[in-house]
Nanobody
């Protein structure tokens, strides 16, 4: 059974940092792409960035380039989203999602992922 569990969210001041974790079980992370999505109140869920099976970061939101980075530890079956220089506009529930795409492929579309975590709240506020 595929399961994803996010953790690491919380309240942070503008300019601060958070690292979210996405712990995977029931599948081998090395063969999957992991996408990070976020959903702010009243808005649709959007793809932020993705890490493909080759560990390359692919960005879908221009404003997070240079601030957000995904990494993965295959031995721990865990993916991390490092978020630096956080802005109030980054406030949202963050979700990780997994899918076994073609090699090197990623997607920023929520509809293309079949396995999801429960989400973790990130609030950026002074």
């Amino acid at each position: 059974q595929v399961q994803l569990v996010e953790s690491g969210g919380g309240l942070v001041q503008p300019g601060g940092s958070l690292r979210l974790s996405c712990a995977a079980s029931g599948f081998t992370l090395a063969y999957y792409a992991i996408g990070w999505f976020r959903q702010a109140p009243g808005k649709e869920r959007e793809g932020v960035l993705c890490i493909n099976n080759d560990a390359r970061n692919i960005y879908y939101v221009e404003s997070v380039k240079g601030r957000f980075t995904i990494s993965k530890d295959n031995a721990k079956n865990t993916v991390y989203l490092q978020m630096n220089s956080l802005e109030p506009e980054d406030t949202a529930v963050y979700y990780c999602a997994a899918e076994r795409f073609e090699p090197l492929f990623c997607s920023g579309s929520p509809n293309e992922y079949s396995s999801w975590g429960q989400g973790t709240q990130v609030t950026v506020s002074s």
